[in-house]
């Protein structure tokens, strides 16, 4: 019964020393899946939709271009927010000793995964 | 500032500790920027290594913040009162909130530990780069004596079946006896910190991440832990995800949904095949 796309999403955790939770939502805050133990997934859609959204306007405002993702850096941990397409993101906690070389390279192949499996939703 | 570019090219670096004991030759200050997972960099002043920061062992900025040694103001400040990050350490010390000789121990420790987490790993590539400011303070290690402590702490670890990396990757669970009264009573409090940490998402990194400890340290606690039966490796299971179509009334009603369901009959007892009573005469 294991679904490929909280497969994704406990991959990540594997690959990408310093990533502990991931939560992917659509992107008006539902969540779809999740690899999460002490944050509450349903919370976190809600708020990493909101927060990408204005992650947007900021960009925008500001012209720096199309937003990628929007960072919340605090003195030991991260919640990175990237959109997966225009339907979802991916909310991911990580620790502050994320493995940042690492995350880099995993996401936009990981993004791209979770597209596909989403596009076949219809 | 550097020599990099007037000196010869480091003609013997076949692995890293090769490097480390030419740029030792050399008294060389430079950054040794290894990738792999988890890569890290090698902080190299006057041929000695002072410092190493790693995704793979918490750094002495997070043993400090994490274990709540400083606050987050106070380290806010220091940051600020030293733009180029070159002193750091001093600061630290200077403004009272840390003792020098405790900054010395813990600076040295996450040193043994970074080089500790860099060794359960085969690097993919590594360069010289100039040196970058890192907080560290300690007068310098030679590669010699960062690999004998390395094997001194791979040979502790390794006494028990099962290789040290292996252990590194293991993803632990505490067994659910553990948490009955009485079973964890006579464990320090070290030990059930990294008990109530155990919940079967992370390795031993990142319980030592989340306690602020070193890796080393808690890698001790679990085998000890392994041992006694008290943790075990986790096996993850997943669930079903639901759509993420495209919510709305649909246009025609769906095929077959207002179709009878499928009828079954009800279950009967059957004489004899349970304890059913026996029949009465009068029935």
């Not at chain 1, 002490?38 to 937003?67: C, F, I, Q, V, Y």
């Not at chain 2, 920027?33 to 988890?38: D, I, K």
């Not at chain 2, 062992?57 to 606050?71: D, N, Q, T």
């Not at chain 2, 400890?213 to 986790?234: E, I, K, S, Y």
């Given at each position: 019964m294991?679904?490929?796309v909280t497969?994704?999403?406990?991959?990540?955790?594997?690959?990408?020393?310093g990533?502990?939770e991931?939560?992917?939502?659509?992107?008006?805050?539902?969540?779809?899946?999740?690899?999460?133990?002490?944050?509450?997934?349903?919370?976190?859609?809600?708020?990493?939709?909101?927060?990408?959204?204005?992650?947007?306007?900021?960009?925008?405002?500001?012209?720096?271009?199309?937003l990628?993702?929007?960072?919340?850096?605090?003195?030991?941990?991260?919640?990175i927010?990237?959109?997966?397409?225009?339907?979802?993101?991916?909310?991911?906690?990580?620790?502050?000793?994320?493995?940042?070389?690492?995350f880099?390279?995993?996401?936009?192949?990981?993004?791209?995964?979770?597209?596909?499996?989403?596009?076949?939703?219809? | 500032?550097?020599?990099?570019?007037?000196?010869e090219?480091?003609?013997?670096?076949r692995?890293?500790?090769?490097?480390?004991?030419?740029?030792?030759?050399?008294?060389?200050?430079?950054?040794?920027?290894?990738?792999?997972?988890?890569?890290?960099?090698?902080?190299?002043?006057?041929?000695?290594?002072?410092?190493?920061?790693?995704?793979?062992?918490?750094?002495?900025?997070?043993?400090?913040?994490?274990?709540g040694?400083?606050?987050?103001?106070?380290?806010?400040?220091?940051?600020?009162?030293?733009?180029?990050?070159?002193h750091?350490?001093?600061?630290?010390?200077a403004r009272?909130?840390?003792?020098?000789?405790?900054?010395?121990?813990?600076?040295?420790?996450?040193?043994f530990?970074?080089?500790?987490?860099?060794?359960?790993?085969?690097?993919?590539?590594?360069?010289?780069?100039?040196?970058?400011?890192?907080l560290?303070?300690n007068?310098?290690?030679?590669p010699?004596?960062?690999?004998?402590?390395?094997?001194?702490?791979?040979?502790?670890?390794?006494g028990?079946?099962?290789?040290?990396?292996?252990?590194?990757?293991?993803r632990?669970?505490?067994?659910?006896?553990a948490?009955?009264?009485?079973?964890a009573?006579?464990?320090?409090?070290?030990?059930?910190?990294?008990?109530?940490h155990?919940?079967?998402?992370?390795?031993?990194?990142?319980?030592?991440?989340?306690?602020?400890?070193?890796?080393?340290?808690?890698?001790?606690?679990?085998?000890?832990?392994?041992?006694?039966?008290?943790?075990?490796?986790?096996?993850p299971?997943?669930?079903?995800?639901?759509?993420?179509?495209?919510?709305?009334?649909?246009?025609?009603?769906?095929?077959?949904?207002?179709?009878?369901?499928?009828?079954?009959?009800?279950?009967?007892?059957?004489?004899?095949?349970?304890?059913?009573?026996?029949?009465?005469?009068?029935?």
């Amino acid at each position: 019964m294991s679904d490929p796309v909280t497969d994704l999403l406990i991959a990540l955790r594997d690959n990408v020393m310093g990533v502990t939770e991931s939560t992917l939502a659509t992107s008006d805050g539902l969540v779809v899946a999740s690899d999460a133990n002490k944050t509450h997934p349903e919370s976190m859609a809600a708020l990493a939709a909101a927060g990408l959204a204005l992650g947007n306007r900021l960009a925008d405002h500001g012209g720096a271009g199309h937003l990628r993702e929007i960072t919340a850096r605090g003195s030991t941990g991260h919640v990175i927010v990237t959109a997966v397409g225009d339907r979802a993101l991916l909310a991911v906690v990580a620790d502050d000793g994320l493995d940042e070389a690492a995350f880099r390279r995993e996401i936009p192949a990981l993004t791209a995964e979770l597209r596909r499996h989403l596009d076949k939703d219809v | 500032m550097t020599q990099s570019g007037t000196e010869e090219p480091l003609a013997d670096s076949r692995n890293v500790p090769a490097l480390l004991s030419a740029l030792r030759d050399r008294a060389r200050s430079c950054t040794v920027l290894v990738t792999g997972t988890p890569g890290g960099s090698i902080h190299v002043r006057d041929g000695l290594v002072v410092a190493m920061e790693t995704p793979g062992a918490p750094g002495i900025e997070g043993l400090l913040l994490r274990s709540g040694r400083i606050s987050e103001e106070a380290w806010s400040a220091v940051r600020a009162s030293d733009t180029t990050h070159e002193h750091l350490a001093a600061e630290l010390v200077a403004r009272g909130l840390v003792g020098a000789g405790e900054l010395e121990v813990i600076s040295l420790g996450a040193l043994f530990d970074a080089a500790f987490a860099l060794s359960l790993a085969v690097p993919d590539s590594w360069e010289v780069a100039d040196p970058v400011p890192a907080l560290h303070r300690n007068a310098g290690v030679t590669p010699e004596r960062l690999l004998d402590e390395v094997s001194r702490r791979i040979n502790l670890l390794a006494g028990e079946p099962g290789s040290v990396a292996a252990l590194a990757r293991t993803r632990v669970r505490s067994v659910s006896a553990a948490g009955l009264p009485g079973t964890a009573a006579g464990l320090p409090a070290r030990h059930q910190e990294v008990l109530a940490h155990a919940d079967g998402r992370g390795t031993a990194r990142d319980i030592a991440f989340a306690l602020g400890r070193g890796l080393f340290a808690v890698m001790m606690d679990l085998r000890h832990l392994l041992d006694r039966g008290l943790v075990q490796p986790h096996l993850p299971s997943a669930e079903n995800r639901p759509s993420t179509a495209a919510r709305g009334a649909p246009s025609a009603p769906l095929a077959g949904a207002s179709a009878a369901p499928r009828s079954v009959p009800l279950p009967r007892r059957e004489p004899g095949r349970n304890s059913a009573p026996e029949l009465r005469p009068h029935d």
